[in-house]
């Protein structure tokens, strides 16, 4: 079982916006400089995240892309679901026809793993990390790394 590019680079664009939200938009070429991620891939993520509302672009000098909702109201599932990453550990994609047309015999392992993955990440809101000491750590030194916000104040100051 594994977490696909799409889902693990979504979440990690998303606690990079929520933790420079206070400092302002920020840039898809800044998370992609920062994090090592195509810029044609974040565009790609953006456009989903974007459509299902969790970002909204800023246009003009210093736009860029901010929270359209709190970190507190954005969980880590919404963020996966959102760039249609699924949540299903089962083989028939939840259908139920796994094996000849019939549930298999593992099924109700897969979908009860399924539901409790769902319900962790649902659990996990983008504020619980943008407050831990630690991330607010690394992201001092990111921003330090490639000149980050320079004029402006630093969140996690």
């Known amino acids: 079982m594994r977490l696909s590019t799409k ?25 992609s400089q920062c994090q090592g991620i195509s810029l044609s891939y974040l565009e790609q993520l953006f456009s989903k995240l974007r459509r299902h509302g969790l970002v909204e672009g800023v246009r003009g000098p210093g736009g860029g892309y901010r929270l359209a909702k709190k970190a507190g109201d954005i969980s ?8 249609d990453e699924k949540l299903d550990m089962t083989s028939c ?31 996990i809101k983008l504020d619980q990390y943008v407050n831990r000491p630690e991330i607010s750590e690394l992201v001092k030194k990111q921003d330090a790394q490639y000149g980050r916000f320079l004029n402006r104040s630093h969140v996690a100051a």
């Open 7 to 31: 889902g693990r680079y979504a979440v990690t664009a998303m606690m990079d916006i929520a933790l420079h939200n206070k400092v302002g938009p920020v840039t898809l070429a800044d998370i």
């Open 93 to 123: 994609g939840g259908k139920g026809n796994c094996s000849k047309g019939d549930k298999c015999l593992t099924h109700y392992l897969w979908h009860d793993l399924s539901c409790k993955l769902y319900e962790f990440l649902s659990g």
């Open 76 to 83: 880590i599932a919404d963020i996966i679901q959102s760039v």
